[in-house]
Structure formats: C-alpha cells, structure tokens
C-alpha cells in the first residue's frame, strides 16, 4: 500500500519560513518522481515543484520561484519543500505527490492527504 505522509505544515507570519516533509512508503521511492502541490481557499489544485529521481534537476511554479527548494533524501524516503519569504497568497493545504514518469508529473500517480500551511500578514 502506498502512502505519502506529509508533516511541517502550521501558522507562520509573512516573511517567515517553513519546511515541509513528505515520507513515502510503498513504492520504490528512488524511481520516483517528486512533486508538491496546493490548493488554496477557493482555489483548483496547483503544481507547486518538483524534483527527479536523483535529485539531480527541479523545476518551479513561477509564483514561487526564488523563495521554495524542493530537495529530497532517497535514503530517507523523503522529500522536502523549503518555503522562504512566505506570503499570505501562499495559504494552503499543500500535497505530496509521486510519479513515475517527468512527463506527466503535472497528473502524478500517488497523493498524500495534505499538510495546512497558513501565512499571516
């Protein structure tokens, strides 16, 4: 059974930072493709970054380029979202996500339930 379990979301006030961890179990996590999305109040559900299987290459939202990192542990099962200089626009409920493919990472296979990240101002 698959399961992606988030942790590190909270209350921080804008400017501040958050680190943001998925653990991944049942799936090779190191084949995988990583990813992390949103969905803000009212909001559909955005792609916020993503990283490949080594580590080696990352790609971001415009919106968060320059303030998020998206790293990952493959010893570790984990993957990691840094979030600096957070805005109030980044309130979320933010995913993990897991995929085989690059690709089609945009429609990853596997979810986790969601971790709530609220920025005051």
């Known amino acids: 059974q698959v399961q992606l379990v988030e942790s590190g979301g909270g209350l921080v006030q804008a400017g501040g930072s958050l680190r943001l961890s998925c653990v991944a179990s049942?799936?090779?996590?190191?084949?995988?493709?990583m990813g992390w999305f949103r969905q803000g109040p009212g909001k559909e559900r955005e792609f916020v970054a993503a990283i490949t299987r080594s580590g080696g290459s990352t790609y971001y939202a415009d919106t968060v380029k320059g303030r998020f990192t998206i790293s990952r542990d493959n010893a570790k099962n984990t993957v990691y979202l840094q979030m600096n200089n957070l805005k109030p626009e980044d309130t979320a409920v933010y995913y993990c996500a897991a995929n085989e493919r690059w690709a089609t990472m945009f429609t990853p296979d596997y979810w986790g339930q969601g971790t709530q990240v609220t920025v005051s101002s």
């Open positions: 049942g799936l090779p996590f190191s084949r995988q493709v």
